[in-house]
């Protein structure tokens, strides 16, 4: 069973920058790739970001993209997620998640397997 622990959520002002990190229990040859979602209240849980661990592929929501930047240390078994440029509409909670097998997209929720517990990201205007 694969845990994932995120952590480095907070308060910014828009404008500002939040560095996400989720560090994974297991190896990485356990799980094919990492992802962030996030949700906002009484919205639906969205894609923002993806990477494989084999040839560090990256996946970005429109809504992200030039402002956030995902990473990954396969030594540390580490994703990190740097958020610039932060708007208020980016405010959510950021969750954690990877998929143990390949998928052809990897912006759909049920493609995951394990999910952290979420790290809360407030921007205020």
């Known amino acids: 069973q694969v845990q994932l622990v995120e952590s480095g959520g907070g308060s910014v002002q828009a404008g500002g920058s939040l560095r996400l990190s989720c560090v994974a229990s297991?190896?990485?040859?356990?799980?094919?790739?990492m992802g962030w979602f996030r949700q906002a209240p009484g919205k639906e849980r969205e894609f923002v970001a993806a990477i494989r661990w084999s040839g560090s592929r990256t996946y970005y929501a429109d809504s992200v993209k030039g402002r956030f930047t995902i990473s990954s240390d396969t030594a540390k078994n580490t994703v990190d997620l740097q958020m610039n440029s932060l708007k208020p509409e980016d405010t959510a909670l950021y969750y954690c998640?990877?998929?143990?097998?390949?998928?052809?997209?990897?912006?759909?929720?049920?493609?995951?397997?394990?999910w952290g517990q979420g790290t809360q990201v407030t921007v205020s205007s």
């Open positions: 998640a990877a998929t143990a097998s390949y998928r052809r997209s990897y912006v759909y929720t049920d493609g995951y397997d394990y």
């Open positions: 297991e190896r990485t040859f356990s799980t094919y790739a």
